[in-house]
């Protein structure tokens, strides 16, 4: 694996791969890799000749609330998990790279930024927009795999894609899971193993969900409140938001049908977790 964090360096060596017909596919990640990220690019090994996978704590997308330096960074780690796995190049940028002195052009995201992870994140999705269009003109990639675990996240970038005309090919790839469903995400190492077992919960209500759909019910309030239900069983857990969304815009599903997005945020301690299920 080579690794690179100069902008002019990364240019020439995708350049000659270009030149020479490979297909490039790029996993944008902020590090603190684990297991949903390495799932991410065995897809991106199965669709291509060449992996890339950028390592970049986006201080953009922090919100003021929110500690960038508390965030987990582990470059060493990373690096043995990434080459382990068979990227082939990683990018590491430094924060001046990305963001020289006088940087301030951003990307607007439209109204389906401003609800739920938006809604308790300002500015979130505008550092998320931003900072992917940047890597994308670096990269130049054919397709970038995104996981479905950040759903709002693959939507607003889904449509940032099409409404700029983005030549590059977009791959969802579904939640990786522990073996009892927790959905695997860097936060869960803050988890107490009591609150492990609390945060269990949040999978179970979206089978609660997805249990009634199947037998039927199709009312989009109705599945938002057997998902509140399944959750308020659980002590020590606090919903930040329950959304039972259409597809493209985020917005609340009257009728639930196939693609119909349930997406729930909680607390559990001081961690706040999210998942998701696509019906159908
Ligand atoms: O999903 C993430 O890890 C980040 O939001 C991303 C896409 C790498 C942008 O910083």
Redesign the pocket.
């Known amino acids: 694996m080579i690794e690179i964090s100069q902008t002019p360096e990364l240019r020439r060596w995708l350049g000659d791969e270009r030149r020479a017909g490979h297909r490039i596919a790029f996993v944008?990640?902020?590090g603190a890799l684990h297991e949903g990220h390495l799932t991410l690019v065995d897809e991106a090994r199965r669709r291509a000749d060449l992996v890339v996978m950028s390592i970049?704590v986006?201080p953009l997308?922090f919100a003021p609330q929110e500690d960038l330096s508390r965030y987990p960074r582990d470059l060493a780690r990373d690096r043995a998990l990434a080459s382990g796995r068979g990227v082939d190049l990683l990018f590491v940028p430094s924060v001046e790279t990305m963001y020289p002195p006088g940087s301030d052009t951003r990307v607007v995201p439209g109204p389906a930024s401003e609800r739920w992870e938006g809604a308790v994140r300002p500015g979130h999705f505008a550092g998320?927009l931003t900072?992917?269009t940047k890597l994308f003109h670096l990269v130049a990639p054919d397709l970038a795999c995104?996981g479905q675990k950040?759903i709002q996240?693959f939507v607003l970038i889904r449509k940032m894609v099409r409404d700029l005309d983005l030549p590059i090919e977009l791959v969802m790839v579904p939640t990786a899971r522990d073996a009892d469903g927790l959905a695997l995400s860097s936060r869960n190492a803050y988890l107490s193993a009591a609150e492990r077992r609390t945060a269990l919960a949040l999978p179970a209500a979206l089978d609660a969900a997805v249990a009634a759909w199947k037998g039927g019910e199709r009312s989009g309030k109705r599945l938002e409140v057997i998902v509140g239900e399944r959750l308020a069983r659980s002590e020590g857990i606090v919903a930040d938001y329950i959304a039972v969304v259409e597809p493209e815009g985020l917005t609340p599903a009257g009728t639930a049908g196939a693609g119909t997005i349930i997406a729930i945020a909680a607390r559990v301690g001081t961690t706040r977790l999210i998942d998701n299920v696509i019906l159908g």
């Open positions: 944008p990640t902020m970049f986006n997308q998320v900072v992917v995104f950040d996240q």
